[in-house]
């Protein structure tokens, strides 16, 4: 397992002269500090947010016959789940489903700090962390030409913001672990 | 002859459809109907939690409640042991629906597409349809035959060609050296319901 990665310093030195040749200051300072060699943690925004309403974490999982968005316009691939009780659901941890006084089954709205809110329903379950929520991702479709698709699940990417505090300047990956209020719809 | 029956090993199982998906493929099945299903339940308390996949399709008893109750003996067993349905005798009462424990079995009123009304059956959708008439059809009774068709090619059914896991070994149940009678004995395989009465051919294989 590396733990030491110089080829980070290397890139680091080369977005540098870039970010320099294309007078590119607004990207130095986002991305410079990060180009380390040793690993480091920064927390990202869900870890730090403060507002005690929003104390449900979501993430995303990927159901076993969907792996690309595409497969959830696939009959076939759409009728193996009607046999699982979570592929299309928001899976949630029982006690804290009592808590909020949603049961299972129930519509829900997800609503994450920056007033960004996605749709679903509730599968309760044992085995789920009480402050998580999973998602199936690839879902919540709402085009009318994907007929099969629509409706199914929960459009987990309206949740995740798409500016730089959620960006990770290394790899230019989005957090996609979200912090939400999720009440009943 | 052979005694066919079938052995899955929970332990190897792991929910992923490719048999469901397989027996879909072979027998043309319609929307909404499933001769192999993999069901899915979970047990124990945060953290100590598992989920586990459960395949179910036709378990072929060798004293099925189904052929007690079909009144023109349209369901029967054969020689191999396969409890098999004739299309041109079956009416269509659904007895035998009632008649299984398990819930293998299906009618269908109609084949319908699984894309919005209004649309064109596609071509591929027209074979399918082609395909479901001639080997069962509507208005009767269906349900998992083991793949006779495969079977008479030399193949396993496609449940068991199709799972990645090799959970699903297919064999003569007569034969104290198949594998699957082997697995059965020392692996101490179990049956869904044997307070049933039915004798099921298809055993399982604990997960733990």
């Known amino acids: ?185 | 002859m052979a005694r066919y029956g079938m052995v899955i090993d929970l332990k190897r199982c792991y929910g992923c459809y490719a048999c469901m998906l397989a027996c879909k493929v072979a027998n043309h099945t319609p929307p909404n109907v499933f001769w192999s299903r993999v069901l899915k339940g979970e047990s124990g308390t945060f953290p100590n939690v598992v989920r586990q996949a459960l395949p179910v399709l036709c378990f072929h008893c060798e004293n099925p409640g189904c052929v007690k109750v079909c009144p023109t003996k349209a369901t029967y067993a054969n020689e191999d042991g396969v409890v098999v349905i004739d299309k041109n005798v079956c009416v269509g009462c659904k007895y035998c629906l009632m008649g299984c424990p398990y819930g293998a079995r299906y009618t269908v009123k109609e084949w319908k597409s699984y894309f919005p009304e209004g649309l064109p059956l596609s071509e591929f959708e027209q074979f399918q349809k082609n395909a479901w008439e001639e080997k069962s059809g509507c208005g009767v009774a269906t349900k998992c035959d083991f793949c006779t068709a495969r079977r008479k090619e030399g193949k396993e059914p496609a449940c068991v060609a199709a799972c990645p896991a090799n959970a699903r070994i297919f064999g003569d149940l007569d034969d104290p050296n198949s594998e699957a009678s082997l697995r059965i004995k020392r692996d101490r395989g179990f049956v869904l319901k044997p307070e049933q009465g039915t004798n099921p051919k298809v055993y399982y294989l604990a997960p733990r």
């Open chain 1, 1 to 185: 397992m590396p733990i030491y990665f110089e080829y980070f310093i290397d890139s680091g030195e080369q977005i540098a002269k870039l970010c320099d040749k294309f007078n590119a200051k607004e990207f130095f300072d986002f991305a410079w500090s990060r180009f380390k060699a040793l690993a480091d943690w920064h927390p990202c925004p869900s870890h730090t947010e403060k507002n005690p309403e929003y104390d449900m974490y979501t993430f995303y999982w990927r159901a076993v016959m969907h792996c690309n968005s595409l497969t959830q316009q696939n009959p076939w691939l759409d009728e193996c789940p009607q046999e699982d009780p979570y592929v299309y659901a928001t899976q949630m941890h029982w006690k804290t489903a009592e808590e909020k006084g949603i049961k299972h089954g129930d519509k829900v709205w997800l609503e994450n700090p920056q007033g960004h809110r996605v749709r679903g329903w509730v599968a309760l379950t044992e085995g789920i962390e009480p402050r998580h929520l999973a998602i199936a991702a690839v879902a919540g479709h709402w085009g009318e030409y994907m007929p099969i698709a629509k409706g199914k699940g929960t459009f987990l990417n309206d949740l995740v913001e798409m500016d730089k505090e959620h960006t990770d300047p290394l790899t230019l990956n989005q957090d996609i672990c979200c912090r939400v209020k999720i009440y009943r719809a």
